[in-house]
């Protein structure tokens, strides 16, 4: 297994931003966004698509989303061996969100690709991007703010 396929962090997903569902996830971060940048784009599904799927394949360094593999990152490896996204993978357990079979691989290879949902991506990159910039550690605002996103957004 290659485990050092390229995982780009350095990407702010914006697709967020333009979709009302997040605003009040987004105003939890304090991070401001014009409105007059997204002025009629606000939840245009068809942008809001466009966006997700280029920002999604652009962090993977994968120009098909179908084609990203998972399991190949080093990066999520350490992420989800974090004791707090234990618990989150565990609260999507608990949602019943998928039918999950109970073994370590069947967990990883079914939950983690709800992270980079539409509805979890940006939640997983900013602490992704926290435990690149704070060697391993991910701040408790991010881990909040994911757990907020799944109970709120699955």
């Known amino acids: 297994m290659n485990t050092h396929s390229t995982y780009n962090s350095d990407i702010l997903p914006t697709y967020v931003f333009y979709d009302s569902c997040f605003s009040k996830l ?3 971060l304090n991070i401001h966004f014009p409105e007059e940048v997204i002025g009629e784009f606000r939840d245009d599904k068809d942008i ?3 966006l997700y799927k280029s920002e999604l394949s652009s962090v993977f360094v ?3 989303i179908e084609k990203i593999s998972f399991e190949n990152y080093e990066i999520l490896t350490s ?6 996204m234990k618990e989150h993978i565990q609260t999507v357990k608990d949602k019943n969100i998928i039918p999950i ?4 691989e069947d967990i990883q290879s079914s939950v983690i690709p709800l992270f980079f949902s539409y509805h ?4 997983t990159h900013i ?3 926290d435990m690149i910039s704070q060697n391993g550690n991910i701040s408790e605002s991010k881990i909040n703010l994911i757990k907020d996103a ?3 957004l699955l």
């Open 26 to 28: 987004i105003h939890k």
């Open 48 to 50: 809001l698509d466009y």
């Open 62 to 64: 994968e120009e098909n």
């Open 79 to 84: 992420l989800f061996n974090n004791t707090s």
């Open 101 to 104: 079979i109970e073994t370590n």
């Open 120 to 123: 979890l991506f940006f939640f």
């Open 127 to 129: 602490c992704i991007q």
């Open 150 to 152: 799944i109970e709120s």
